[in-house]
């Protein structure tokens, strides 16, 4: 089975499993199963009720069109067909990918799909991470979903891996490797000496960016706490 290594942001290399092909087609018939029924249902329950509103029709149309992007955007990479199969679209880096990823894998199906006779079976069965040209384009990976509770760490190496743990900032996992490798360096430094203005600076671009306001008692603990939530959601969530 293939796969791919996602980064914690301890810098831990976590070996996994890419989703494979066959579970990739089953996921997507499911789904098919899934906005065909509810299409029919739709229309069924419109004309039995004589439901000539274009608006009704219109809505029922998004709905089916938007079901994949929508579904992968509220549910963590997730459509129903994919929740089934256990898998989950992420970014290359094991990151929850932006809107923008999901529109671009969306949009791409057009040439991936049956409108191309299925082209998309072709890069996937290419490349390594089994990838769709619209996963190419949009930086991500469908992986398989693992229980990372049972992987086996010390304490050390996870800030977060406390008894009952509650994370209290959900947009951390929004951060990318990068942005959490500064305020992890910024952390250092304020061990080793008071830089109280440079927390304070990096506090607050960090809660812009996130569009929070954090509830810690000083800017360094909030940091710390972003950090730790970060490692909860890259480990317990993907």
């Not at 029922?60 to 549910?75: A, D, G, Q, V």
């Not at 990372?148 to 900032?169: F, G």
């Not at 996992?173 to 952390?187: G, K, M, P, V």
Request: charged residues 20%.
């Amino acid at each position: 089975m293939a796969e791919t290594g996602i980064l914690t942001g301890q810098y831990v290399r976590i070996e996994q499993a890419v989703a494979s092909v066959g579970d990739r087609i089953l996921a997507q018939l499911i789904d098919w199963g899934v906005v065909y029924s509810y299409l029919t249902m739709a229309i069924w329950i419109e004309v039995k009720l004589k439901i000539d509103d274009p608006w009704v029709v219109i809505i029922t149309l998004l709905i089916w069109l938007f079901y994949t992007p929508f579904m992968e955007l509220m549910n963590q990479g997730q459509t129903l067909g994919k929740k089934l199969m256990k898998m989950r679209v992420v970014k290359a880096d094991g990151s929850r990918p932006s809107l923008g990823a999901y529109i671009m894998r969306w949009m791409l199906f057009l040439v991936d799909g049956p409108l191309t006779s299925f082209m998309g079976l072709i890069p996937m069965i290419m490349t390594k991470s089994n990838q769709r040209l619209g996963d190419l384009a949009a930086g991500t990976v469908v992986v398989k979903l693992q229980n990372y509770k049972k992987i086996q760490v010390s304490l050390d190496e996870y800030d977060y891996l406390a008894k009952n743990y509650t994370p209290r900032y959900v947009q951390a996992a929004d951060l990318s490797l990068e942005q959490i490798e500064i305020i992890r360096r910024t952390l250092v430094q304020a061990k080793e000496s008071p830089i109280d203005a440079k927390l304070a600076q990096l506090s607050e671009k960090v809660q812009q960016k996130l569009n929070i306001s954090h509830a810690e008692t000083t800017d360094e603990q909030f940091l710390r706490r972003i950090v730790r939530d970060y490692q909860y959601y890259a480990i317990e969530e993907i």
